[in-house]
């Protein structure tokens, strides 16, 4: 324990490009600049200068669940009762309040926030800790963050059950701001609310991103991969479909119901500030909730990664008792492991409570798999070695299809479906490269080059999208690394479809999501190609 431990402080520390000193030094100055200058009843945007986390105490202890620990039930945010929103700010209001009396202690308002920032290429100090985003990672060690959180919440009011909620955006009705829990973003008397939100009653997210057709391709991706990500040797730093649409999309409508990619706004539209509105957590808690209901969907061999690499890599975090904890993604991989489930949305009927007292049933199994290995490519799409960068314009790459290549992509489409021989066509985007202090949306087409920002992703010819959200607020890329991510698109139902076509058009459509053309766009690529995979 102790060694790995030791390992990833180490890891941690030469990643980010600093000294324990530094370390120290930076986490004062963070101290210092906050005590006595927020108050928690005028929350603007929180933009950072230090993410540091607090010093740990000593070395990291083990994380062990607490056995027979009461069972948190996490309802929508749509269907909390007045008393339980009361008590959601009653614990907001004790982790605001603690960041006032105790600035140094790591469990408070502002610490809390600061973790976020510091897993996600950090603050305008340009010091970060191991990326999170944009990898296989992004699914666990969130689910590891809200769980610390509502323990911590939850401890600060003395109540073992309390449970956060989440924002189920995709529920019907629901792709709306939940002003009812977490307030206007003026009223200052509210530790739920947060000055920086900008959508209003009458905003609703695209469906593009959180309608029927976007939630069947999320919870119908077929591997690990394409849902969750992957940073396995096949498919280093990818995004997954659930982080790269409905996730991004959220966060940039939440502070810009207009969704200027290319102009975050803090806080929730840009990454580092994000997590210091409280809403963050019950965004993240229904991201968290998908990954269960995709891996519950009945009948797939929906599974998560059985690679060592992952199931044994950890995460550092306070817990209620400000001990330093280490917990791996293999004590995570159900939420039941860790004490909470999630009350299905009631939608229009009366809720029902969740069983939340009833003895947990046997213990879960937890279904895991290998990531599946990618053909050589069997179509290369990219012109020459050069990046490519886009204007707000769509443009396109074609490619000459031999007889060949086209028989090997129909075959797989058609194979798509024999059980045993199951085989899907993945599109791969390369080398995606952004300012981090900029977002970018996407959305690729195959055989329509007449598609524009305009064009519904509803369209047979969508492939998929690239969404990804700014690390940092602008002004601060000069501090950081560009970000760089691949994406790789489940295109297996339009090679299907190819006929006797004689060649294959990539499309790439800059847009916002709701239907307009970007003014700008800050992106560039490396290479295109299409693949199969077993
Ligand atoms: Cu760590 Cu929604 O981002």
Redo the contacts with the bound molecule.
Sequence with gaps: MTDQSDNKNTNITMRAGIRRRDLMAASLAGAVALAGTRAWAQLGPTVPDHCVPPIPPGQPVAFTPVANAPLRARKSAFELSDPEIDKLKSAYAALRNLAQQSPDDPRNWFHQGQV?CW??SGALDGLWGTE??GSWW?LP??RAYLFFHEQVLGSLINDPTFALPYWDWDTPGRDVFPFKTYGQPNDASNPLSDKSRAAGPNDRIPSQFVGDGMMQRVLGAATFTDFGGSSDQAAQNQMGILEGGP?GAV?VWTTDPKLDWNNPKPDMGV?AS??FDPV?FA??AN?DRIWDKWIKVPQSQHANPNSQAWLNQGFFFYDQAKNWNYITNSQMLEPELLSYRYQPPQQQQPATPVAAAAPPGPRPQVRLAQAPQLSAPVVDLSQGGAAKTLTPDPSSVRAALPQESRQRLNAAGTMAATPGKEQHVILRIEGVEIPSDRGALVNVFVNKPDATAATSTEDPAFAGTIAV?ANQAPGAAGHAHPVVRNFGFDITRIAAQLGNASDITVTLVPATGAGEKPSAVNLRYNRIYIATRQ
């Design positions: 976020h897993y996600c999170i985003h992004f060690w969130h996730h966060h990454l994000a997590a963050f965004h993240h991201i959200v």
